[in-house]
């Protein structure tokens, strides 16, 4: 009798792993960023921050501002020029570097601005679906100059794929 339910149990969950079809490896259920394949993490993103009070920060990006990234990924996950983001405040493009995992969908982003400048986009996650969540910018990088205001600034990143 115990073997029955044993090998029911067996054929009912290899059926449903066959039947899967989404890019999250949990049946189907949301959650983490799932796999994702080179083409779902290329493209153009916006990027919107909200400051945090985590840091004393003045003069820097305003809660609601927007960043427009374009990321191109390689299949090991590194993005590879023309990688860019634009700077919301003067408009011009700076080179945008770091890493996509494509197993997790977690993000390591450095926003390059200017003479030894860099802010960094640690942790994130980036889903297969076209969103971004969990991520903090901080700014600056480590070991790099401010991009944006004084006193070191930190905010709450959220993204959207625009393509």
Known sequence: MQLRSLVLCFATLAATAACESTSDPIIGETGGGGALTVAQASGNWNI????????PCSGALASGQV????IEVLSDGTLTTPSTWQNPI????QNLSGNVNLTTGALDLIFAGGVGGAMELFPGTMSSSGTITGATITDPAPGSS??????????????TKTN
């Open 67 to 70: 960043i427009a990234t374009h």
């Open 48 to 55: 919107t921050v909200t400051r945090t009070s985590n840091l």
């Open 146 to 159: 401010q991009v944006f205001g004084s006193n070191g600034c930190q905010y709450t990143a959220t993204g």
């Open 90 to 93: 003067v408009g011009g493009f």
